[in-house]
């Protein structure tokens, strides 16, 4: 079995540092190598930092670089850099050696020939270009380079993009195109995509075309760029930059080289005239607003501020090559899209709504349908690698089958006839036969539909996912408006949250406990909480909590946060094990939910946090007296304690959010010993469930503590210091130091004489009773009000 120790990664640009940085990510060791400058003074000829300089200033940049490239800044200890002159040799240790140099294909050549020279038989080389075709770069090399070489074309951001094209030639075996088909998925949690050696790919030869399609309509149509970065981002399931907004992120130079790219490159393409760089791209070009990187775009930031202290951002209207102002947009499509949550029914009433948004909605998507599906099998042999990639590679919610499904195939077939669109042939046949879908699900599994064998064939490569929507063909376990119980297979049962934001309110809680009930009486063996929205969950509904807050229902809050506690205190002591699995955000209630779950999978992208400082007060679903737990189980003979009671209060005094899965065991979140990190996010509840497996089999019930050790006066001395320290830092306010000491008097376990053992239930009566001394404050009613209509903290 193939094993990857050690990665050459041969380039350090913005590319060749996120590579490196995620393969750090990965658990890898890493050597990037880059070119020696070539303008070295005399006296720094032989002077290694000097030579290396290229290298090494690219990795710093990288590390200081936002949103943060690696899942740990220690993990940068992983990278050694070097250069190309002095330490080429050292790839014959690498088991991996990826090409990221400038694209073009005389410098790649030279550095192959280098590479087919130093490294060692067997190992596997790739090349991370973006459109260069793989097959022109084997010229002159040895047969086993050319039986162990690919492209893996990955996208920037590396650690936050889940797309990798593998893009095999006719001379890669096919043991190595199926190692990097798994071991991107498993092992760097990618979205691996077999692509052809075709043009730009699959992602860029797709997502481009839509791109440049969208651009031609906008004017066609008479709509602003506003008006249409709207149209295209959430509304139909794509990221909030829209369309003009993504120009500008990616870079203008950079859309421009692809699109012309594939106008030249192909020929035959059907859609060639959508490939034209409109007058007001040109103008960008000529002008060198080439986006975000040289401030100026399709829209420009100002030094203005408007009302609100915002800066004023103009937009280019693409008549007059003006910038101007530009109303907010007010199309009746993007009203009927605001009334939905479900997106396949928005994606339905934008496309059929009458407007001009409507209009340009409808318009693309029919050429979109048209394209890819004249795609297959040019680029791809399957009409799932192009929804893939498009998914994993430019975000958006839905592929380009899936938004046709979502249509109805037949109708967009006939409605893309009727605008003059070429349909595939093999799309004709396939609705000829009585097939009306491109996907189905059944059983859990999700399927296809195989032009090739006109049949459905289940998606390979998804064994380890559990997909939620897969199962809506079953009838649930239990269901309740919030939350619906999920059969997942093997005596395992799955709890869905499916509130507003997954919010944690009345709804969801009841769902726990009554999942844990149904487990334990039935014949199952354990209980999975785990979705597979954007986000595991916001946390505790704050609208329920002020709302009694402002009408001073005291007794009903008191009940309603015992409750909450009483909910993640059952995930800790019942007969089954309940693990959890997540993703994105994990605050405040989810996040002290996992803390007492008996394990919780973890997705590396799972931003994790107790940020309940934010609206004015401390985590009162037993997270507080979780930290008093970790903490006493922290301690050891001779200890000091003290250092360890401080990091405990300054993680939830300072409302620490860990940005990776990673990163929450640094702040005491996840435990070593329980817990675990999945890569690739979409097998995080398949994950979970062999996990509760594991542990059904010698399960036995905790019992609740009694034994947690607590330092009374002499901590809270202590943490009163640390509290005014954060004051004197400008870290807090004085409501913030008024918060700060409620979470001191429970982490210390209140006013003792001095150290000693409580239980479990004493720490969460006086964990209760701060988070409602808190709730009668008009600062935190004042957070918690500013929080919930501008859905950001207030600093009061």
């Not at 030279?110 to 020279?117: A, G, M, S, T």
């Not at 969208?214 to 399931?237: C, F, H, K, N, R």
Request: aromatic content about 8%.
């Amino acid at each position: 079995m193939r094993r990857i120790k050690k990665v050459a990664v041969l380039g350090s640009g913005v590319m060749g540092s996120g590579i490196s940085c995620h393969f750090a990510n990965a658990g890898l060791q890493v050597l990037m190598l880059d070119i020696v400058p070539r303008d070295l003074p005399e006296n720094k000829k032989n002077d290694k930092a000097a030579r290396n300089s290229v290298a090494d200033g690219a990795l710093k940049t990288a590390l200081k670089s936002k949103p943060a490239p690696l899942y740990d800044k220690g993990f940068a200890s992983r990278i050694e850099t070097g250069n190309f002159e002095d330490d080429f040799a050292k790839i014959k240790d690498c088991d991996w050696v990826i090409e990221v140099v400038v694209e073009r294909l005389d410098i790649k050549k030279i550095i192959f020939e280098k590479v087919d020279q130093y490294r060692s038989k067997g190992s596997l080389v790739t090349s991370n270009t973006s459109g260069i075709p793989i097959h022109m770069m084997l010229e002159g090399r040895s047969d086993d380079f050319k039986k162990h070489f690919c492209g893996t074309h990955f996208f920037n951001p590396p650690r936050y993009m889940r797309l990798l094209e593998v893009i095999p030639t006719k001379e890669t075996s096919q043991e190595v195109v199926d190692f990097f088909m798994h071991y991107g998925d498993v092992y760097l949690g990618k979205q691996t995509v077999l692509a052809k050696d075709t043009p730009a790919f699959i992602a860029n030869r797709v997502g481009v075309y839509a791109m440049a399609k969208i651009y031609q309509l906008t004017t066609q149509i008479g709509l602003t760029i506003s008006e249409v970065d709207a149209l295209t981002g959430p509304a139909i399931g794509r990221p909030k930059t829209g369309t003009f907004r993504l120009g500008d992120l990616v870079g203008h130079d950079t859309a421009a080289k692809v699109i012309q790219g594939i106008k030249d490159n192909c020929p035959n393409d059907e859609q060639a005239g959508a490939f034209e760089i409109p007058k007001y791209l040109q103008f960008l070009l000529d002008n060198n607003f080439l986006g975000n990187k040289t401030g100026k775009g399709f829209y420009e930031k100002t030094k203005q501020k408007d009302e609100k202290g915002k800066p004023v951002i103009l937009a280019l209207n693409l008549e007059t090559l003006e910038y101007e102002n530009q109303p907010k947009p007010a199309l009746p499509s993007l009203g009927i899209a605001k009334q939905m949550d479900n997106l396949e029914k928005r994606v339905q009433a934008v496309f059929n709504a009458e407007d001009k948004g409507g209009e340009l909605v409808r318009r693309s998507l029919l050429g979109l349908f048209a394209y890819a599906s004249n795609r297959v099998p040019e680029i791809a042999d399957h009409l799932y690698s192009i929804d893939d990639a498009l998914r994993s590679g430019f975000a958006w919610d839905l592929g380009p089958f899936e938004y046709w499904d979502a249509i109805g195939v037949q109708k967009g077939l006939e409605l893309a006839e009727k605008q003059g669109e070429k349909i595939a042939p093999w799309v004709k046949d396939m609705l000829a036969a009585g097939v009306t879908s491109f996907y189905k699900s059944e059983n859990g599994k999700r399927f296809y539909y195989d032009q090739n064998s006109k049949s459905y064939q289940p998606i390979p490569g998804t064994e380890g996912f559990i997909i939620l929507d897969n199962y809506r063909d079953k009838k649930p376990v239990y269901q309740n408006p919030d939350a619906t119980l999920h059969d997942i297979g093997d005596g395992v049962l799955c709890l869905e949250f499916q509130s507003k934001a997954n919010s944690m309110g009345e709804g969801v809680l009841r769902g726990i406990n009554d999942a844990i009930k149904i487990a334990e009486e039935g014949e199952w063996k354990g209980l999975v909480i785990g979705n597979n929205a954007k986000n595991f969950s916001v946390g505790a509904n704050l609208m329920m909590v002020a709302m009694m807050a402002y009408e001073q229902e005291w007794d009903q809050l008191n009940m309603a946060i015992k409750y909450f506690q009483d909910t993640t205190m059952r995930c800790r002591y019942s007969s089954i094990p309940v693990v959890a699995a997540t993703q994105g955000y994990v605050f405040g209630g989810a996040c002290e939910t996992i803390m007492h779950c008996d394990a919780a999978l973890c997705a590396a992208e799972s931003y994790i946090g107790l940020v309940e400082v934010g609206v004015g007060l401390l985590p009162g679903g037993a997270g507080t007296k979780e930290f008093v737990v970790r903490a006493s189980d922290a301690f050891f003979e001779g200890d000091v304690q003290m250092p360890t009671l401080i990091e405990k209060f300054k993680t939830i005094a300072l409302a620490t959010v860990a940005t990776s899965a990673h990163e929450a065991f640094n702040h005491g979140y996840l435990l070593p010993r329980k817990d675990a990190v999945v890569m690739n996010t979409l097998r995080n509840i398949g994950d979970a469930k062999s996990k509760v497996l594991e542990l059904a089999e010698n399960y036995v019930q905790p019992i609740q503590r009694e034994d947690v050790t607590v330092l009374g006066r002499s901590g809270l001395a202590a943490l009163y210091v640390a509290a005014n320290e954060l004051k004197l830092g400008n870290y807090a306010s004085d409501h913030d130091i008024k918060i700060a000491k409620k979470i001191a008097w429970v982490l210390c376990g209140g006013d003792l004489t001095g150290q000693q053992q409580v239980s479990e239930k004493y720490l969460l009566d006086i964990e209760r009773e701060a988070f409602l001394s808190l709730c009668g404050e008009q600062k935190t009613l004042e957070r918690i009000q500013y929080m919930l209509t501008n859905n950001r903290p207030l600093r009061n």
